[in-house]
């Protein structure tokens, strides 16, 4: 998801990139970016090569398997956003890259938050129902069911495919940002398409990328957290432990982020003819940058979520992933439960 939400091409653009307060928050995201860079690709490569190719494969696996691809594919994309922000925003990869890095972004960040929406529904149904999960929680339906993240990530960037494209100004400078040129006749047409595309773009960004996932997640802890009250049945929680340092990371990452994005929506007229909340394109750079941070986490928390963290570090690195994604009991089959407490205690141990 791309910081840039219109054309930055007016005349006060250079003087608001000098200011000293936008160059300290810069230096310090590009900080940030860089670890979250160096970590993140090491850590998501390491994450996929275990899910991927050690572990057996298995629903819980399937998921956070597609959850480190997401988080790589996007870590990958840093050096190029990195070299942007030191140039002022200015683009120097082309068209092609500028269409190409920017929608990776936008597919793998809603990616991101969808396949955790996914997850805690997984979590929740094994708890719920756990006899259906016995007979029907395969791992060739979750590999078909998993696609469904990734079809809407993909559906959501949409605007990016149409709009996103390099834009040369008046002394000569590229960026890559959204460009309504060729969206209406005169100034006026053209500014309406913008205003309405980029307000549409923030509300869906907000809604369907952020509190619609969150909301899925906050109704699936409290169902769990209500069946495993009234049963007392739970005595291994290491995949819920794990779940929810990982959706908690996420919220507090991105939250700052997302309410800076849905302000920018609200006072978008006024930002782009008035120019007023220039706070909030301060606040772009270190927030955009927090949110990216959490891109990095999620292999230390698979690894320091759980067992004791001495433990930890005297077993192997791939040992220590392998427990934290395992689902502490036999991967279900489509064949029929023999009973209806084995298998709920079973997936109840697994939380």
């Known amino acids: 998801m791309e910081t840039n939400q219109s054309m930055p091409l007016n005349g006060s653009i250079e003087a608001f990139f000098e200011s000293s307060s936008y160059n ?14 160096v970590l993140g690709v090491l850590g998501n490569g390491l994450v996929i090569w275990v899910a991927g190719f050690r572990m057996a494969r298995t629903v819980t696996t399937i998921g956070y398997l597609n959850l480190a691809l997401a988080d790589f594919s996007f870590t990958a994309t840093l050096p190029f956003q990195m070299a942007s922000m030191a140039m002022n925003e200015k683009w120097p990869f082309g068209w092609f890259l500028c269409k190409l890095i920017n929608i990776v972004v936008d597919i793998n960040l809603f990616g991101s938050v969808f396949l955790i929406a996914f997850i805690a529904l997984d979590r929740c149904i094994c708890v719920l129902h756990p006899i259906w999960a016995q007979n029907h929680r395969t791992v060739s339906l979750a590999t078909k069911v998993i696609c469904i993240p990734w079809i809407f990530a993909l559906v959501l960037t949409s605007q990016v495919f149409i709009f996103l494209t390099t834009v040369t100004s008046e ?7 959204f460009n309504f040129a060729s ?6 047409d053209k500014l309406k398409v913008a205003i309405t595309m980029l307000t549409a773009r923030g509300i869906i960004r907000f809604i369907i990328g952020f509190s619609m996932p969150m909301s899925i997640v906050a109704v699936c802890y409290g169902l769990i957290a209500a069946k495993i009250h009234r049963k007392g049945m739970i005595k291994s929680n290491r995949p819920l432990r794990v779940l929810t340092a990982v959706v908690a990371s996420f919220f507090i990452c991105w939250f700052p982020f997302q309410l800076v994005a849905l302000l920018s929506t ?16 301060v606040l772009v750079n270190p927030t955009s940058a927090l949110a990216f941070f959490n891109s990095c986490l999620n292999p230390m928390l698979y690894v320091f979520v759980g067992q004791d963290f001495r433990e ?6 791939p040992a220590s992933l392998e427990r934290a994604l395992s689902e502490d009991s036999p991967q279900t ?5 023999g009973s209806a407490s084995a298998p709920a205690e079973a997936e109840l141990k697994a939380m």
């Open 24 to 37: 300290v928050l810069r230096i310090l995201s590009l900080v940030v970016l860089g670890v979250t860079f």
């Open 171 to 177: 002394q000569g400078d590229t960026y890559c940002t």
């Open 183 to 188: 969206w209406g006749d005169t100034t006026e």
């Open 266 to 281: 609200v006072w978008l007229k006024e930002m782009l003819l008035q120019g007023k909340y220039k706070i909030l394109d």
């Open 312 to 317: 930890r570090l005297i077993h192997s690195l």
């Open 333 to 337: 089959s489509d064949t029929t439960a």
